[in-house]
């Protein structure tokens, strides 16, 4: 995991100032595994671009770090923060994010800012985090390596280190689809947290990859003091309590029957669980087809705006599942698609994750190919509240 005390600058980065750096060289902060400081950023020659990929991706192959740009160091601690004159600062930023894009695989989780030292010098700072689909390599111009940190530095990764990296990436992978799995076969069993409805119950599970990380908690309590924010699937009227997992809060009061809840877990994790779309109390087995695709576009940005406040670092897996949904068609149009519908022929639907890596990426974006194939299930070509460019056209 990153969580902000990791960093040397023990702030998030948009809040990084002057007085932050100049911090840095008074305690005498050391180069070590989570910061290096460089005097100039690197020019355009094979060797600089080269060393700058390999420091980079050293960070997130290890425990993430700042790469910082403008300062002196003199026996690997700060001797003066000069800070450097560029004319154009975001297009040199986007000039370094695209090298760093295109000469890392697979792509790291980064974010950069420049601090304004005085008149046109700036620093520049580049924030990794650590990554959880790890190793990356360098891959500029013919250099193919992995590197990784210690306390001393950067150092290339050798076979055993190698090995033991893409072990440690399969067994996240094998932690996340076990826990998805065992939550999926207790909803099946209908061993809820609480009194639901009976019926087909559209499932959402967001799992950040550092959930996974030893002793990994957050902290509770910014929904406890304002649980309005831990709104389930398509509720009016919510209630919530703390529990074993972490926070429950539900469609309802105390002892009403719910059809909808969401769990946030203490490390993390999001479960939401909607079964009012598709209740059995419902005279025909129909999936909404605008509703819920709407719900769940709503409810997948409110999820990810609490993630993103509670500090939760990407990248984060979603998964869509849809429970008890044999025999159940899509609600369309029938004069629009008068022959093509079909109905569900298999009572779950586990539609393939998406892995995240920004907060910038559109909830619509991300659900829209787990929509296609729910539309696919019910015999139709997409879901037709996009158009083929991927635009929502639902009114």
Known sequence: MNSISEFMINKHLDKIDISDLKQLQSNAVSEGKTIEYK???????????????????????????????????????PKSIDGLEIENVDEEIRKYENIIRDGIEPRIIFATRAVNVSGK?????????????????????GHDKFYSRNSAGKYALDTNELKSAFNLSQTLTEQINKFKTERITQLISDNLPLLFYDG???????IPLESFSPNYRIDLNPIINEPAKLKPIYASGWS???NLEGVLSYSGGRNDKSHSYIQLYRNGIIEAVEGLMLSAEREKKYIPSVAYEIELIKSLREFLNLTKELGINMPIVIFLTLIG?????MAVDRMRFWGDYYKIDKDILQLPETLI????????????????LVWN?????????FDEAGNWTAK
Do not use: Q
């Open 240 to 242: 919530y309590r703390i």
């Open 357 to 372: 890596e920004s907060y910038n990426t559109e909830p619509k974006d991300i659900l829209r190919p787990m929509f296609d």
């Open 39 to 77: 005097k100039l950023l690197p020019t355009n020659s094979y060797a600089d671009r080269k060393e700058f990929l390999a420091d980079i991706s050293s960070f997130s192959n290890a425990s993430g770090g700042d790469l910082i740009f403008g300062i002196l160091e003199e026996n690997g601690s």
């Open 121 to 141: 010098k700036n620093i520049f700072i580049f924030r990794v985090n650590k990554s959880w689909v790890e190793p990356h390599r360098v891959i500029y111009e």
């Open 325 to 329: 949904v044999n025999g159940y068609e």
């Open 200 to 206: 087909g119950k559209i499932v959402l599970h967001l």
């Open 377 to 385: 299930a019910c015999g139709f070509k997409r879901s037709y509240n």
